[in-house]
């Protein structure tokens, strides 16, 4: 698969996604805004909504996180490809490593309260305590959800590449 070939497809599995506001919500979370699969995408027989659903369901952490991480995952592949005018170069997910680690250290919020809050939510523990299995006990807690927060990046975008890699779907 070509550079080209990974940004039409990863321009397919955007497609999939809106964001909205719901200024009716009592819940904060949605009234500040949230990511979804818009209503006509949601099709079991489509099988880029069947993909991106399935990296929903398999995520350690929670949907709102996922969906956000998914659609802006998906964002930073089209600009990079866009970006370095190697189109017709060969796409594969092992050379975009180096990339997912910058990218991931870049996503991690630098504010405590945002870390904190981001544990709190759904099963963002999961990932924490993932990172804490892999790399040892950190000096802080802090360091710790910072860990798991690039971890669980890391880990998502290195499956929608692979997804796209394989994903020579029509």
Do not use: C
Not at 66 to 71: G, M, P, S
Not at 85 to 94: R, S, W
Not at 103 to 109: G, I, K, L, N, Q
């Amino acid at each position: 698969m070509t550079n080209k070939q990974a940004l039409e497809q990863s321009k397919k599995y955007s497609e999939l996604f809106v964001y909205q506001i719901d200024n009716l919500s009592t819940n904060q979370l949605l009234k500040n805004g949230y990511w979804s699969f818009k209503i006509e995408s949601i099709d079991s027989t489509n099988t880029y909504y069947e993909a991106m659903s399935d990296l929903l369901v398999k995520s350690s952490v929670d949907q709102n996180t996922t969906y956000q991480w998914i659609a802006q995952i998906l964002g930073d592949i089209e600009e990079r490809i866009d970006s370095e005018n190697e189109i017709d170069e060969l796409f594969t997910a092992e050379s975009w490593q180096d990339h997912i680690v910058e990218y991931a250290d870049s996503e991690v919020p630098i504010y405590n309260a945002e870390l904190t809050m981001w544990m709190s939510q759904g099963n963002n523990w999961i990932a924490v305590d993932e990172a804490t299995d892999e790399f040892g006990q950190s000096e802080s807690v802090l360091d710790s959800i910072r860990r798991g927060y690039a971890m669980a990046i890391e880990s998502l975008y290195q499956e929608i590449l692979t997804t796209i890699e394989g994903g020579e779907n029509e």
